[in-house]
C-alpha cells in the first residue's frame, strides 16, 4: 500500500517571501500521479498542481512549482511571493495510474501561516 | 470546469435519526465517486468509493450498513448517515473523478458538517 507523510504540521512564511512543504511517499510502482491540494477556512479542496511520474520535468502554476525527486520519492511544493489568500492546509496526494478511478491517498497536512 | 455541488452544507441531527447528503456533478457524468471523512485539523479519510450502478466499495472499519451509499445515476451519488450518534459528528466530502483516460482528476464537493446532538 502506499503512504504519503508530511513532516511539518505547521509553517509560516511571511507574504512576498518563498516556502517550500515538504512531502515524501512511498510506494512500489513506477507510474503514478502526485498532487498537492489546498485546503482554506471554506474547506473546499482545491488542486494547486500535479506530477506525473514518468515527467522528469518538475510542474510549474505560476507562484507554484514542485521539486519532483523520484529516486528519493520526495515531492516538495514552493510557493514563490506568499499571498495572504495562501494561508491554508496543504495536503501531499498520490494516485496511482494504474485502473480506471484510483483513489487519492493523502498525507496528514501542513498548515501554512501567511503573516504580514 | 467541472464543479460538483454537495448539500446540505450543514445539518444538525437528533441522535438515533438518519441524515442523507447530496453531491451532484452539474456539468460532467461522474462515473465513480469517492466519499471521505475529515476530523478536526486531520487529512481526508476515505471511507467508500461508489461506481455508478454498483455497490459501493467500503474501506476497512468503516460499517456499510451506518454509512449507506447509492450512486444511481451518473450525476448523483448520495450518501446516508443511518441512525446517527455524535461520534458520527464530523466534516464529510465527496469527489467526484472527471475526464477520461488516464488523466482524469479529482472534482471535490464543498462539505457537509454534520452535527449530531
Known amino acids: 500500500a502506499q503512504t504519503v507523510t508530511q513532516s511539518q504540521p505547521e509553517m509560516s512564511v511571511q507574504e512576498a517571501e518563498t516556502v517550500t512543504l515538504s512531502c515524501t511517499y512511498d510506494?512500489?510502482?513506477?507510474?503514478?500521479?502526485l498532487f498537492w491540494y489546498k485546503q482554506p477556512p471554506s474547506r473546499q479542496m482545491i488542486l494547486v498542481i500535479r506530477?506525473?511520474?514518468?515527467?522528469?520535468q518538475n510542474a510549474t502554476e505560476n507562484r507554484f512549482s514542485v521539486n519532483f525527486q523520484k529516486a528519493a520519492k520526495s515531492f516538495s511544493l514552493k510557493i514563490s511571493d506568499s499571498q495572504l489568500g495562501d494561508a491554508a492546509m496543504y495536503f501531499c496526494?498520490?494516485?496511482?495510474?494504474?485502473?480506471?478511478?484510483?483513489?487519492?491517498?493523502f498525507g496528514t497536512g501542513t498548515r501554512l501561516q501567511v503573516t504580514l | 470546469g467541472a464543479v460538483v455541488s454537495q448539500h446540505p452544507s450543514r445539518v444538525i441531527c437528533k441522535s438515533g435519526t438518519s441524515v442523507k447528503i447530496e453531491c451532484r456533478s452539474l456539468?460532467?457524468?461522474?462515473?465513480?465517486m469517492f466519499w471521505y471523512r475529515q476530523f478536526p485539523k486531520q487529512s481526508l479519510m476515505l471511507m467508500a468509493t461508489?461506481?455508478?450502478?454498483?455497490?459501493?466499495?467500503?474501506e476497512q472499519g468503516v460499517e456499510k450498513d451506518k454509512f449507506l451509499i447509492n450512486h444511481a445515476s451518473l450525476t448523483l451519488s448520495t450518501l446516508t448517515v443511518t441512525s446517527a450518534h455524535p461520534e458520527d459528528s464530523s466534516f464529510y466530502i465527496c469527489?467526484?473523478?472527471?475526464?477520461?483516460?488516464?488523466?482524469?482528476?479529482?472534482?471535490f464537493g464543498s462539505g457537509t458538517r454534520l452535527t449530531v446532538v
Open positions: 506530477q506525473e511520474a514518468y515527467k522528469q
Open positions: 496526494a498520490y494516485r496511482s495510474r494504474s485502473g480506471t478511478a484510483s483513489k487519492l491517498t
Open positions: 461508489s461506481n455508478e450502478g454498483s455497490k459501493a466499495t467500503y
Open positions: 510506494t512500489s510502482e513506477s507510474d503514478y500521479y
Open positions: 469527489s467526484a473523478k472527471s475526464g477520461t483516460g488516464s488523466h482524469y482528476g479529482y472534482t
Open positions: 456539468d460532467f457524468q461522474a462515473t465513480t
